[in-house]
């Protein structure tokens, strides 16, 4: 069985999932609420999806499951997952998200939230609890007809940004909106277009395409560099499939990281302290534009954990980023007389915004705005099809045997610091970073890297991918 909770919701196998795991998944999460005295009886659950080929008979379990606990299911259709989030919130009740972000169309999960935002480990480990006393639950044959919401969630959301941003303010810019099958295809070109960037589609695709954030694939690498040769573009941007992680490039088509998108994303809106797991660039201690940098484990919840505490010990604008270039707003803004409420789950949108307002407002590449924060070059991958139990043997031995650690790190000058609070991230003696964890939402051995020059992260990378490819196959 596939199915187990990562850094954001529930994943696995489509053929795992559907019928009546989906079912008693979300049956144990509304439980949840209800023991809690969170729903009362008729409660509305808000149930949006991603435009997998399985999503939607997904989300009619979901709708059966909500349905019998008492409640009111409402269908708010195919919509990015902070637009379902936002409304939600806004409406003081729970959601679920049918999707599974990045990730292969074979597999897909559940996103859920409580009426005060996503759910966190405490809230996994007790729905884990109510599903196990669940499994013999049958979902009913005949499907539940659910209230349907219509474009609502997704206009308050585009609201929110065009409230935000001052009209025209990207008059100039000219941006490709790679759409391939991210649910945010269509809004985004919408937003962009209304605060006056001239807005190309590209890409569009009539079928699911894995976007990741963290590990793009090379067909799309070369995409971006070919639609840059072909026309002028101040940046091209897209987002993973759920629209929770932004994609953005610049005007030759180069992938700008995640943790640098989101660190000029908090530089952008004046962030006092920034949040970030520990699989962000290093530099950003030593780029001087934050007062503070706190890390946590990769994942959403523990960012969302590490935002409550720097407001508690005194932050008052706190922006959240993860690696994958989710950006989680963690307290309000106000900027210019306007003022963008606080959303702590991660969005694509409000980055993409940040980061192409940059670009509009200083008049310089994005290339250039880049390369302020001095950040190591960096680089990342994955091996796939690896079980979680391999990795798992490779991990602990690196980080436990410091012989064994220090023989495969001779080659970088040696091992010059471990740091275990989410896998084994080793900074060498040449001052290069390599970090090795597990992913949360699949079979996968991840990598990231960082070296001066981006031909050595490359090549680190490489070396990185390899050296965990045997070890795993010698375990």
């Not at 729970?94 to 809230?123: C, Q, W």
């Not at 995640?258 to 809106?269: E, H, K, N, S, Y």
């Not at 705005?369 to 991990?395: C, H, K, Q, T, Y």
Request: proline share 5%.
């Amino acid at each position: 069985m596939t199915l187990k909770f990562g850094t954001s919701g529930l994943r696995g196998l489509v053929s795992e999932l559907r019928g009546p795991p989906a079912f008693i998944y979300t049956a144990a999460f509304v439980r949840m609420l209800q023991d809690r005295g969170s729903l009362k009886e008729g409660s509305k659950v808000y149930v949006g999806r991603d435009l997998r080929a399985s999503s939607p008979e997904i989300a009619q379990l979901v709708h059966a499951a909500v349905a019998g606990a008492g409640l009111a299911p409402v269908d708010c259709g195919a919509l990015p997952t902070p637009a379902l989030a936002l409304y939600a919130n806004s409406e003081n009740a729970p959601a679920i998200m049918v999707t599974g972000s990045h990730i292969p169309e074979d597999r897909n999960g559940l996103k859920f939230y409580r009426a005060d935002g996503e759910i966190d480990k405490r809230d996994e480990g007790d729905i884990v609890e109510i599903h196990a006393g669940m499994k013999d639950t049958v979902p009913p044959r005949s499907p539940v007809e659910p209230a349907r919401l219509g474009a609502e969630p997704s206009r308050r959301y585009a609201d929110r940004f065009l409230g935000f941003f001052e009209k025209g303010s990207l008059s100039g810019l000219r941006v490709g909106v790679y759409q391939h099958s991210s649910v945010a295809r269509d809004i985004i070109v919408d937003i962009l277009r209304g605060l006056g960037a001239e807005t190309i589609p590209l890409g569009r695709a009539d079928h699911f395409i894995p976007v990741d954030t963290e590990a793009l694939r090379p067909e799309d690498v070369a995409l971006l560099k070919d639609w840059a040769a072909a026309e002028r573009f101040d940046a091209i941007v897209s987002t993973d499939g759920d629209s929770d992680r932004p994609l953005v490039a610049d005007n030759s088509g180069i992938f700008v990281r995640g943790d640098l998108v989101g660190a000029i994303t908090a530089r952008f809106l004046g962030a006092d302290c920034v949040v970030t797991p520990v699989s962000s660039n290093s530099a950003l201690e030593r780029c001087g534009y934050f007062a503070r940098v706190l890390r946590t484990r990769v994942g959403s919840p523990y960012v969302i954990e590490g935002i409550g505490t720097a407001l508690a010990e005194g932050a008052r604008r706190v922006v959240g980023f993860e690696a994958n270039g989710g950006v989680l707003l963690g307290s309000t803004v106000e900027k210019d007389g306007r003022s963008l409420a606080a959303l702590r789950t991660r969005d694509s949108l409000l980055p993409i915004l940040c980061v192409l307002s940059a670009i509009a407002t200083t008049g310089r590449p994005l290339a250039r705005i880049a390369a302020d924060f001095r950040f190591l070059a960096g680089a990342s991958g994955r091996l796939e099809g690896v079980p979680s139990e391999n990795s798992a043997s490779f991990l602990g031995k690196l980080a436990t045997d410091a012989a064994y650690a220090g023989k495969i790190f001779a080659v970088l000058g040696g091992v010059a610091n471990i740091d275990n609070r989410d896998g084994v991230r080793i900074t060498a003696r040449n001052a290069e970073v390599v970090h090795f964890r597990a992913s949360g939402n699949a079979p996968e051995l991840r990598c990231y890297v960082e070296a001066e020059a981006q031909s050595r992260a490359d090549e680190l990378l490489e070396w990185g991918l390899a050296l965990g490819r045997a070890q795993i196959l010698e375990s």
